[in-house]
Nanobody, 118 residues
């Protein structure tokens, strides 16, 4: 059974940092591109990062580029998202997502809440 379990969310002040983790199990982690997505209250889903199978390349939307860094440890089957310079608009539920066949987002974690507020 594929499982993705996020952790590391919480309340942080503007300008602060958080590191999210996603523990993967039930599949061969190194075989899959992985992503992070988020959903803010009352808004649609937004993709915030993607990382290649070997961790050698990554992509970000303009909204987080330069502030967020995605990484992975294939030996530990774990995906990370380092978030620096957090803004109130980064407040959202953050999800770890596996990219399956045909670039579909086929498995999602349960999410971890990030709240940026003073």
């Amino acid at each position: 059974e594929v499982q993705l379990v996020e952790s590391g969310g919480g309340l942080v002040q503007p300008g602060g940092s958080l590191r999210l983790s996603c523990a993967a199990s039930g599949f061969t982690f190194v075989d899959y591109i992985m992503t992070w997505a988020r959903q803010a209250p009352g808004k649609g889903l937004e993709w915030v990062s993607a990382i290649s199978r070997d961790g050698g390349s990554s992509n970000y939307p303009k909204s987080v580029k330069g502030r967020f860094t995605v990484s992975r440890d294939n030996a530990k089957n774990t995906l990370y998202l380092q978030m620096n310079g957090l803004k109130s608009e980064d407040t959202a539920e953050y999800y770890c997502v596996r990219v399956g066949l045909g670039a579909s987002f086929d498995y999602w974690g349960q999410g971890t809440q990030v709240t940026v507020s003073s």
